[in-house]
């Protein structure tokens, strides 16, 4: 039999913090796990995408740990060469039809030199395109042999027309490489849209992949992407550390960079980089966040100078009915999510299907295809485990226990 989850739980947020600041700051003394600690150890490595970063920099002893990390850190390599030689091919479609493409977040930071081969896993190729140029840049997806997979509000996502994700834990370098397509760079926090999308686009085009305009364009990105994860409770320690190096090259124009022609203020980037300062002592300028404490909402500074790593992770294994609902601006957003949340809109039930029938970690839970009036009295009247948490953690434990055993236990809890 499983763990009961309350102790899966305490486990997770154990090592979840424990490994925020081993990553931060390496060197640390070789934790007393238990055998069950240590597998969920890998279970967070794996889920906040830092396995490899773990690999190179901490040197903590444990056999099997130090296996899994340096497994882990070969597949991510060897995966990075195959996204390395569709990126080339990509760039090259791209100029010889005139595209102009801007590649996202992990393919920026490597190009930076950031990070090396087999440093950071990257899920997908994330690209944006003016939307004048989206049918183009779908037919050349298509000639590369993309299929779509499904679209909504955010991008359009695409896979191979042939190879199936990989169903154990971790990265795998057979894995397919999916890509996904974006003409806006937008997070909803939590129903309002913040859209920077103009500070994205190249300030001097050309065809093929071009690079974003600055530094301070590419913080702005992840500080937003970063917040929209914390909204969601699903941020991941690679997001912090992605921050963090990248401030580690910003100059004070760069920082500067946050507030340049926009109709509001950045208020949204105070809560992730707080945490990355609680994290990663020196790596924000303190005149930084003092700027950005005025532009902040005071429920939102004030909820978040609290939180924990874990709180707004998928390291937290219960869902919450609400969560997010402190990024509301004022007393209309926070009615609206609480009417989107009671009764989700047509749009939001569709997006629902499609995670359902594309998520590998969503598939055969009867919880997530129940009836939505009964998800939400469930979500308050007992605890409600996340799946995509338990999934990692049922690939970490399952050599604890019988598949049968494991699978009943899901059914039992969620």
């Not at 882990?72 to 479609?93: G, K, N, S």
């Not at 791209?94 to 992990?106: Q, T």
């Not at 957003?333 to 009671?342: D, P, Q, S, T, V």
């Not at 359902?356 to 129940?370: A, F």
Request: charged share 20%; aromatic share 6%; glycine share 6%.
């Amino acid at each position: 039999m499983l763990p009961p989850l309350r102790i899966i739980r305490h486990g997770l947020r154990r090592t979840t913090e424990a490994l925020a600041v081993e990553l931060a700051r390496p060197g640390g003394a070789t934790p007393a796990w238990s055998e069950l600690e240590w597998r969920l150890a890998t279970a967070v490595a794996v889920a906040h995408g830092v396995s490899p970063l773990l690999s190179k920099c901490s040197a903590w002893e444990n056999p099997p740990w130090r296996r899994f990390l340096e497994s882990q850190r070969e597949h991510v390599e060897l995966r990075h060469r195959r996204i390395a030689a569709l990126l080339q091919r990509i760039d090259a479609d791209a100029r010889a039809a005139g595209l102009v493409m801007v590649p996202l977040k992990g393919s920026a930071l490597h190009a930076l030199g950031i990070y090396a081969p087999g440093e950071r896993p990257m899920a997908d190729i994330d690209l944006l395109v003016c939307e004048d140029d989206a049918a183009a840049a779908i037919t050349l997806l298509l000639q590369l042999g993309y299929v779509e997979s499904f679209a909504q509000w955010k991008h359009r996502v695409f896979k191979p027309a042939t190879g199936q994700p990989f169903a154990g834990l971790g990265e795998h370098r057979d894995t397919p490489v999916n890509i996904e397509l974006h003409t806006r760079i937008r997070e909803r926090l939590p129903v309002c849209m913040v859209d920077i999308t103009a500070r994205i686009h190249p300030r001097a085009p050309q065809p093929g992949l071009n690079p974003y305009p600055s530094n301070g364009a590419l913080m702005s990105h992840l500080l937003l992407h970063a917040a929209g994860n914390m909204c969601g409770r699903s941020l991941r320690l690679l997001h912090l550390h992605d921050i963090a190096l990248l401030a580690a090259r910003m100059a004070a124009n760069d920082w500067a960079v946050l507030r340049d022609g926009d109709a509001e203020p950045p208020w949204w980037a105070l809560p992730p980089l707080q945490l990355v300062a609680r994290h990663y002592p020196n790596a924000i300028p303190a005149a930084v966040l003092t700027r950005l404490e005025r532009d902040c909402p005071l429920l939102l500074r004030t909820v978040s100078r609290r939180q924990s790593l874990t709180q707004v992770s998928c390291s937290e294994l219960w869902l919450h009915a609400f969560a997010g609902i402190e990024w509301s601006r004022s007393a209309r957003e926070a009615g609206r999510y609480l009417r989107n949340r009671i009764s989700p809109s047509q749009e939001a039930r569709k997006e629902r299907a499609d995670m359902v029938r594309t998520q590998l970690w969503l598939q055969g839970q009867s919880w997530v295809v129940s009836p939505h009036r009964r998800r939400v009295l469930t979500w308050l009247t007992r605890p409600v485990p996340r799946m995509d948490t338990l999934y990692v953690v049922r690939a970490a434990l399952e050599p604890l226990a019988p598949r049968a055993d494991t699978e009943r236990t899901l059914a039992v809890s969620g």
